[in-house]
């Protein structure tokens, strides 16, 4: 949309923007309020925002839900946060890289709702830091590059089908939500992004035996996905797996289901 239709976002205070840290600050209100509308933050709900900036998101939030958590990597953006969300409720400010905060500790028993407009430079580690800590999260809405959103969303025969796709969709429902185009951002990125919601599944109807060598069989299968299966996996699945499950060893990673994943991996896990 024409960013000149819209008023600007009302954050705080203004800040270069440091683009070693992913920094294009939202600046286009009708996007921000499409953000809440889809967070819908709800009495009780324990919100978590990464990468706050200069508040975009942070303040209209605080302003529908009086209490936030905000994780922000950027000394100078801490000041003028705490200054600019003084008047509008308890903002709790942890100064850290959100990869190496521990979300099942932040959460402490009770569940958060993690929001996020992601640094892009990281975008997938955060995502993988976050499934680590699936059952400490009720959902996440998170904004990154559309291309991303894509990949995250994609099934099976799609171009953009993948390690992501697998991951988050075995572990998450992932909903595609909104594209955010680049003229809505100061400064614009040079990518279309979009809104995705992440909830997490109950690890119990997953039924993934061993998380860990789901991944690593996950990461083999589409780390050479021009080759057949038999080949990806050569040292992991054996014919004796391929046929317990009914998944064809000539295949490549790319035309199997979630599921297929799931029941290779099961059928091999030294732990299942
Ligand atoms: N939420 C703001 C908005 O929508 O305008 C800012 C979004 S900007 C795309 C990403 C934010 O993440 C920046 O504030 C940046 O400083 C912060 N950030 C970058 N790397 C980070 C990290 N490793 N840990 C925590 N925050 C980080």
């Avoid at 993948?162 to 100061?186: E, H, N, Y």
Wanted: hydrophobic share 45%.
């Amino acid at each position: 949309m024409n960013p000149s239709h819209s008023p600007r976002a009302g954050a705080g205070f203004t800040a270069p923007a440091k683009k070693q840290l992913g920094q294009h600050f939202l600046a286009d209100a009708h996007y921000v309020e499409k953000i809440v509308l889809a967070v819908n933050p709800r009495p009780g709900d324990r919100l978590v925002e990464i990468g706050p900036g200069q508040g975009a998101i942070t303040f209209p939030l605080l302003r529908r839900h009086p209490q936030l958590t905000v994780i922000e990597f950027d000394r100078d953006l801490i000041a003028p946060l705490t200054a600019a969300a003084a008047p509008l409720g308890e903002l709790t400010i942890v100064h850290r890289d959100v990869l190496q905060v521990d979300f099942t500790e932040l959460a402490g028993g009770s569940p958060i709702r993690l929001v996020g407009n992601l640094p892009y430079n990281i975008s997938s580690p955060i995502l993988f830091h976050a499934l680590e800590h699936a059952a400490a999260i009720s959902d996440m809405t998170f904004m990154l590059q559309k291309e991303v959103v894509d990949r995250m969303a994609a099934g099976p025969g799609s171009k953009v089908y993948g390690r992501l796709s697998v991951m988050l969709q075995a572990w998450c429902q992932v909903t595609s939500l909104f594209v955010v185009p680049p003229g809505a951002f100061r400064p614009p990125p040079k990518v279309d992004s979009a809104v995705v919601r992440l909830v997490p599944r109950d690890p119990a109807t997953v039924g993934i035996a061993d998380p860990q060598h789901f991944a690593h069989l996950v990461k083999a299968a589409f780390g050479q996905r021009r080759k057949t299966l038999r080949n990806a996996l050569n040292g992991i699945v054996d014919e004796a797996g391929f046929a317990a499950t009914g998944v064809r060893s000539d295949a490549r990673a790319e035309q199997l289901e979630v599921a297929d994943f799931i029941a290779l991996a099961n059928a091999t896990a030294t732990t299942a």
